[in-house]
């Protein structure tokens, strides 16, 4: 392995993929920060500029994009509460409330630290055991996929903040918002309501940046006075010893549950922050202080996105088989340079697979390094008027949101997103648990459909597969202490504390 | 919602006709301005990576920037009605995948149909591997055919209800006089590891896509569906080889404009596609990708988009697949 990582590093420290990895950071870093402007878009755009390229050259870049948007993204939702990806929802819940809390430029220090060694650790995973690895992956089927996600729900329930009727109210929204768009089983299209734009379902984008982003502008021009208050304390850029001491075991168990779940090719990235944040709130001492800016609550979920985007890599460079669209859109990168992904590249291609993973890290590398001297930029952000701030970030979203697909349709649907947040919040209900279920509900349901057509109609696959009926177990566990009317009790005093 | 097609229609016809004299005005001059090809998926796809790398040689060969466009969702509807729209005065042109065309047969009320476009000229494309799941048994074209012939009948795998691999895995298996069940995935790469996983038996993917997975240790590549081999799968045979019929499975990829289009600024645009096409650069990148050159242009290419219809009504009549929307 050694030997191969210096194979790697060889390929990647030439001046020539340096420099290029270093503008596909910044680039990504960019888009990242941008709500709604996402890696997809960009690297399609970059794409013919590859094409003169060296093909490690071409993957070095695009790679750097795709883990710069995935970090940039964390930098707007933790200022501003929008959340451009499915991975940035979760540190909104945590960072955007330290940022009021006036600690800002920790929650960037630790998410950008966090990503880093989360990063490191998982280009070590890929580079010792992707081979293996792989078939771990594939013996994932629907029952388990199913299972798997059916607890991630049951989970986000039972540790909802507040009051566990409006939470699970609030999923069973989400799941009803997920319903839309076209049945993956038998291509008829449901509540539609005649939109051609809702076949594919309700923009994610629209829903978490109206739901949030615009609620969240909304809510601050109607109190004026307190945004005022949070400008005035911007507070240290750095971590204090005590949230460095907080943050530490955080970044550990997020690379370890974001290293196992980006493996998963069906949806791994987006569960490996939501399984993150519930692990944080059910271990740590400070428990008690999620929903209040805990740092746990940033440093875990986002040490887990990063791992899991690069072990991500690991069904495309073994399998051919991207774990996203823009894991495609990079293999469709490599197509075109005659180069094919998949179980021979490895001795087939030494050079490209060694030069990327060690590229990987040196990605990592250089986004710590573009990020840390710029969180002082980025708080500063706070310190612009609101009046002048606000605008600005409507108009960023706007053209994000309308930049997915080139349409209106988008744009008026996170309008409609921002009223419901709005109104949510004003009923005091959480808007968190509506974006769990709306982003796994439709992944419950395909994969269980699929496991039943599969089985050809057996439920009792669930439970004879043992990876699946363990997790199924675990599910059953969790809804029983939620039901347990003692523990119950001794939750609601908790909460009251 | 019916009302508000209709509405739309109505105003792109009375839109069109008032366009009608600045069009003539226009093609003097065409291009004047830079000219833009809508994709109808996301980008990443074999119909925006041909683009995106036709685009280069179009921009130097018609003297003006020829720009993608990509408005994915909706199967294909969305960028194509948006395409069926646009004035017909050269600058709009829509890139059509073979799925593209299903839709107009799969689907009774969309606001356009293949008249509301010209078609200008086709490129030709991949034709279809059928791959099977070594880790569920299948190792031989024998063993796909017990399975399909079994009491419960195959499993295939498809990124769901009428893509190209719906199509021709159910033409396939009624031809093999067997049974089988549609596992709709969400895109091909899912489906794929359905197969590499052994939970779905077969699939019908490109060749491109099947090339990648020829050394794999869980998938077998067992035929193409092109009359010949392909070049990127030599040792690999076609279904006729192996004593089944040849089905006609193969993807497609053509430019059509809004109809209306001023005849000469068609066939300017058509002799850069062809010319493009014909470039060694296009050949080199795409060949060895198995893709088949198979230019059509004009109405040879309008010939050809009604017996595909033709082809895809069949199949979707006999195997009962309508959908209602």
Redesign the interface.
Known sequence: MIDNLALGLSVAMTFHNLGFAFMGCLIGTAIGVLPGIGP??T??LL??LT?TLDPVTAVIMLSGIYYGAQYGGSTSAILLNLPGEVTAVVTTLEGHKMALKGRAGAALAVSALGSFFAGTVATLVVAASGPVLTSFA?????AEYFSLILLGLIIATVLAQGSILKSIAMLALGLALGLVG?D??????RF??????L??GIDFVAVAMGIFGIAEIVRNLENPENRNVTISKVGSLMLTKEEFRRAAPSVLRGTVVGSVLGIL??GGLALSTFASYILERRVSKYGHEFGTGAIEGVAGPESANNAASQTSFI?MLT????AN?VM??II?GL??H?I?????VIQAQPELFWGLIASMWIGNLMLLVINLPLIGVWVSLLRLPYRYLYPTILVFCAIGVYSV???TFNVFETVLFGLVGYLLFKLRCEPAPLLIGFVLGPMLE?YLR?TM??S?GDPMVFIERPVSAVLLAIAALALLTMLLPAIRRKKDEALEE | ??S??NVLIGAGTVGSMALMSSVAKAQAEWPARPITITIAN????DD??LS??L??TLTSELGQAVV????????T??GV?AASSAKPDGYSILCLPTSGLVQTVLRDRLPYTLDSFTPIVGIGGYPLALIASK?AGINTIDDLMAAIHSP?GV?YATA???TIAHLTGTTFIREAKGKG?N?????N??G???V?????QMMFVSA?EG???K????VTVLAVTSPARTSNLPDVPTTAELGYPQIDGRVWYGYLAPAGIPADVASRFSAAVVKGVQTPKFQE?FG??SFQTDLKTGDDFKAFLVSEQNRFRKIITENDIK???
């Open positions: 997809l878009a690297i399609a794409l013919p094409f594939l013996s994932f089927g629907p076209t993956i089983q038998s291509g008829e299209v539609s309501l005649g939109f051609f734009e076949f594919e090719p069906g069904p399998l051919g088989i991207p669209a495609a859109l469709g197509m075109i005659g094919q992904p998949g179980p021979g697909n080139y349409s395909e699929r057509v599969v050809r | 919602m019916i508000r097609r996301a980008p990443g796809g925006d990576t995106r790398f685009a280069e993608i466009e990509n408005r994915g969702g909706g199967s509807t969305i009605t880790k419960e499993t769901g209800v009428g069940i596992v709709s995935y969400k895109n790469p899912d794929i590891q359905g590499a996983g052994g939970f779905t491109r090339a990648i997975l050394n794999d240790e869980n990148r060895p990708l959908l209602n929307k």
